[in-house]
């Protein structure tokens, strides 16, 4: 599965944590879950703006519904941890878009944590020139604060689970990388050598 199709997967799970789930809010959050990247820098050859806008027609073309466009359109450009982590969670104009915002923000960030978020993060940094230390550092010092923002049970429960997954991966690739705690012992000198140090080494 790709990490759109796991997004998509996970945001199904989240809305089952939710008592009543009418058709507009499940198709808010499935076209969200599935165009969460559209207006990603990171991603996309062309400006937000103009992505949205082609978004916006494409779901118009779809038959779907305008107050379900206006959400997607309003949520997708702001899923992003990092603008999340600085300038904390975005206001929206109504319940439809903060319920759409928040269970598609859950499942993005379920894709940061855990061994998936381990190759995703190295994958990322590689493809930037970085080296596997700055993929390492991001994950100990960014996406493992993801499991504190976690809203829904389903995501609590599944981001506990990554989290710890994560944290041994970790660990295992800092002890692999690590000197060895005391001097490598040498090889024992075989005759030849034994024969040269008694005579001084000299021909």
């Not at 206006?70 to 899923?79: G, Y």
Request: net charge negative.
């Amino acid at each position: 599965m790709t990490h759109i199709d796991n997004v998509v997967h996970h945001a199904l799970n989240i809305l089952r944590d939710i008592t009543k789930v009418e058709k507009h809010l499940k198709d808010a959050v499935v076209f969200t879950a599935f165009s969460h990247e559209m207006c990603d820098h990171k991603y996309i050859l062309t400006t937000p703006d103009d992505a949205l806008a082609k978004m916006r027609t494409k779901l118009a073309s779809l038959g779907v519904a305008d107050r379900v466009i206006a959400a997607v359109c309003s949520v997708v450009p702001v899923i992003s941890l990092s603008r999340r982590l600085a300038h904390g969670d975005p206001k929206f104009a109504n319940e439809l878009e903060m319920i759409t915002y928040n269970v598609v923000s859950d499942a993005d960030m379920l894709e940061s944590l855990g061994a998936v978020g381990i190759v995703r993060t190295h994958m990322y940094q590689c493809a930037k020139g970085r080296t596997a230390s700055d993929a390492l550092e991001h994950i100990q010092t960014v996406l493992i604060r993801c499991n504190q923002l976690m809203i829904h049970p389903y995501a609590k429960k599944e981001a506990h689970e990554r989290l710890a997954r994560m944290q041994r991966i970790c660990a295992e690739l800092v002890a692999e990388r690590m000197p060895p705690t005391s001097p490598p012992t040498l090889p024992p000198a075989t005759d030849a050598q034994d024969d040269d140090q008694k005579d001084g080494g000299e021909d």
